[in-house]
């Protein structure tokens, strides 16, 4: 069975441009998290996703960010204007029907470098 | 505000030496907490977790973890290091005002000298 998996694996921008990240969960997950990390700074939690549902994005930045799951698959998480401090490492996870009482399954990461 | 912390950022430990990581947490109630490990190119991977029972967890890889209502505290053990073992590890909470979101500590990474 496939893990989480997380596309691209780095992403280089100048800041003011657009960045869009993808996360495909484990397969029948219906729970499903973005974090991100900044450089030297804790894993924060962005939000989380119910299928196609927002559950909570209490942890989402500013408006500049914008996260989907159409049809509670795959989901995006899109960065417009990137600005420097959106660097950073954002992960996904995925998890079964208790959420985080789940084990969490974690993607490998996006490491994103605004310059 | 909730938080955890790991007072160490970084440790190194000679194989076959024995490990304890610290994780100390600011929590009201009962906390549910977990120990993840991050190797290089990796995910995070789940080691143990902290429900309720017994206080004293066992975990994958060898790992255990006790869990001290006294002190806060969930430090993570383990007998003899494997140069494997090299990551950095996480402990985390599950947020007590969300049951949405874990709260994570800063990480300690560990090194481990042959």
């Known amino acids: 069975e496939a893990g989480v998996t997380q596309f691209p694996s780095h992403s280089v921008i100048e800041k003011g441009q657009t960045v869009t990240l993808r996360c495909d969960p484990i397969?029948?997950?219906?729970?499903l998290y973005w974090y991100r990390r900044v450089m030297g700074k804790e894993i924060k939690f962005l939000l989380h996703?119910?299928?196609?549902?927002?559950?909570?994005e209490s942890g989402m930045p500013n408006n500049r960010f914008l996260a989907e799951r159409t049809g509670g698959t795959y989901s995006t998480l899109k960065v417009q204007p990137a600005e420097l401090e959106d660097s950073g490492v954002y992960f996904c996870?995925?998890?079964?029907?208790?959420?985080?009482?789940?084990?969490?399954?974690f993607g490998p990461g996006t490491r994103l470098t605004v310059l | 505000a909730q938080s955890v912390t790991q007072p160490d950022i970084h440790i190194t430990v000679s194989e076959g030496a024995s490990l304890e990581l610290r994780c100390n947490y600011s929590?009201?109630?009962?906390?549910?907490l977990f120990w993840y490990v991050q190797s290089p190119g990796q995910g995070l991977q789940l080691l143990l977790k902290?429900?309720?029972?017994?206080?004293l967890v066992q975990g994958i890889k060898g790992f255990e973890a006790e869990f001290k209502r006294s002190q806060s505290s969930f430090n993570l053990r383990k007998p003899s290091v494997h140069w494997s073992d090299a990551a950095e590890y996480f402990c985390?909470?599950?947020?007590?005002?969300?049951?949405?979101?874990?709260?994570f500590g800063p990480g300690t990474s560990l090194s481990v000298i042959p």
């Open positions: 996870a995925s998890s079964g029907p208790s959420g985080v009482f789940d084990e969490q399954f």
């Open positions: 397969s029948g997950h219906d729970n």
């Open positions: 996703f119910v299928k196609e549902s927002k559950q909570d």
């Open positions: 929590y009201g109630a009962t906390p549910y």
């Open positions: 902290y429900f309720s029972g017994d206080t």
């Open positions: 985390a909470v599950v947020s007590k005002t969300s049951y949405d979101k874990v709260i």
